[in-house]
């Protein structure tokens, strides 16, 4: 990203009216006059401190200069050019470039400009993917909205089993859509717009408080076959350890629903953590002393950074289902989920195995030290009637 500084004295020129300009300017010290000049006099349109941007049209337009900037004092000034703008656009949001190119079309048609064309190296962040992309993602952030408000959504569960005795120890909450056009949608086409935006936090309230509130429902239905600890599990995305009403929340929903903290298990990935430290671990710390319980989820795929294992509130490790794709046959992959087992045992934490579909899957899993299975073949996510 290249950002330069320029320093001016007091009278001289930044630019002139009717050049052509290829950057803007942060006013870091100092002030800056707006002067046009007309038959031969010049006024002062207006006066720019520190923190205000002087020329920025520039950034986006081949017009000239509509008026002069002339330094009132010696001015320091940041200097902000197109390549710096189009590599904060390449990372931006898709809705938030498709909006910033309906705005400056509408300008330029206001301007009577339409003619001018924008500059082909920020034309080339405006691909026309974006807008399609854009407007879908909005649409499902929109439908989603109401969804929630309208509860469409629900949660299916789905038994984690503990192998030595084949008792269901717990049930991960898994949203689904039931649509009223398109029927139920899976939450891969919906929750990574959702835990894009901030929708998801709203999401994840309601995720957090229907689960609680499910849980009896799940010890009646599922009376016999149960441990009576059994915990209820939710995925917590990485926006949400930005909400506020996250942990009022679940204090909420445990108080509302009389459930222990210990009954409602939180889980979460290696990334989403990573990339939010602070603020996940000072929820996780919250969470973890209010009681709850804390998995790491899709353990083994993410970066793996161990260190952060100790430094985080965890009591349980789930492995993503990819370790027992070819287990049966590949060696190495029994060996990573026994050495993971192991490591959970070491650490004194409970360990899961996600994805076991057969009956000489689960055995072998067994063998090598794997304490808990959730997989189809203890049975798929289900919804309670
Ligand atoms: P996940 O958290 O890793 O959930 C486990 C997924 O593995 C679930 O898919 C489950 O149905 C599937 N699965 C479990 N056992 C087996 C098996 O034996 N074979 C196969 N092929 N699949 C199995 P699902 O329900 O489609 O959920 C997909 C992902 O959507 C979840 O992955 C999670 O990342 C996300 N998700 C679901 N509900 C929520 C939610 O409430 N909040 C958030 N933030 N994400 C959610
Ligand atoms: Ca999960
Ligand atoms: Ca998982």
């Keep these: 990203m290249k950002q ?25 010290r100092g002030r800056i006059a707006i002067v046009l000049e007309q038959n031969g006099e010049s006024q002062t349109l207006s006066e720019l401190g520190p923190g205000e941007c002087v020329g920025e049209m520039a950034l986006i337009s081949n017009q000239p200069r509509m008026a002069s900037a002339i330094a009132k004092e010696i001015t320091t000034l940041t200097v902000i050019t197109r390549e710096h703008l189009h590599e904060r656009l390449q990372q931006s949001d898709p809705f938030v470039r498709h909006l910033l190119q309906l705005t400056l079309q509408r300008y330029r048609q206001a301007m009577g400009q339409e003619h001018v064309p924008v500059l082909s190296e920020f034309a080339g962040t405006m691909e026309n ?26 949660l299916f569960f ?8 084949r008792v269901t ?7 689904r859509w039931q649509h009223p056009g398109e029927g139920l949608i899976a939450p891969d086409a919906f929750i990574p717009v959702a835990e894009d935006s901030h929708i998801i936090k709203e999401i994840g309230r309601w995720t957090i408080t229907d689960a609680c509130r499910c ?5 009646s239905q599922w009376e016999g076959r149960l441990d009576p600890d059994f915990t209820v599990s939710v995925n917590i995305a990485a926006r949400q350890f930005s909400d506020r009403q996250l942990l009022p929340c679940i204090r909420q929903a445990l108080l509302r629903h009389e459930l222990p903290a210990e009954h409602l298990r939180l889980e979460i990935t290696e990334s989403q953590v990573l990339n939010n430290w602070d603020q996940a671990l000072n929820v996780l710390l919250q969470a973890r002393a209010l009681g709850c319980r804390i998995a790491v989820d899709d353990f083994g795929t993410g970066h793996s950074s161990l260190a952060y294992l100790n430094r985080l509130p965890v009591d349980t490790l789930k492995i993503d289902k990819v370790f027992l794709q070819d287990f049966l ?7 990573i989920i026994a050495g993971i087992a192991a490591l959970a045992q070491c650490l004194g934490m409970s360990f899961i195995a996600e994805g076991g579909e057969t009956e000489e899957q689960i055995e072998l899993l067994e063998s090598l030290g794997v304490e808990q299975v959730q997989g189809y073949y203890f049975g798929r996510p289900f919804a309670l009637d």
Excluded: W
Aim: with cysteine; proline share 1%; aromatic share 6%.
């Design 4 to 28: 330069f500084h320029k320093i001016i004295a007091a009278d001289e020129v930044l630019f002139r009216e009717g050049e052509i300009g290829q950057c803007a300017y942060l006013i870091d």
């Design 129 to 154: 993917d974006d807008e399609s992309l854009a407007l879908s993602r909005m649409r499902t952030e929109q439908a989603l909205v109401e969804a929630l408000h309208n509860r469409e959504l629900v």
């Design 158 to 165: 789905q038994p984690i089993v503990r192998l030595r005795d």
């Design 169 to 175: 120890t717990g049930f991960e909450a898994l949203l």
């Design 215 to 219: 849980r009896k429902h799940l010890a």
């Design 329 to 335: 046959t590949d060696d190495a992959s029994r060996k």
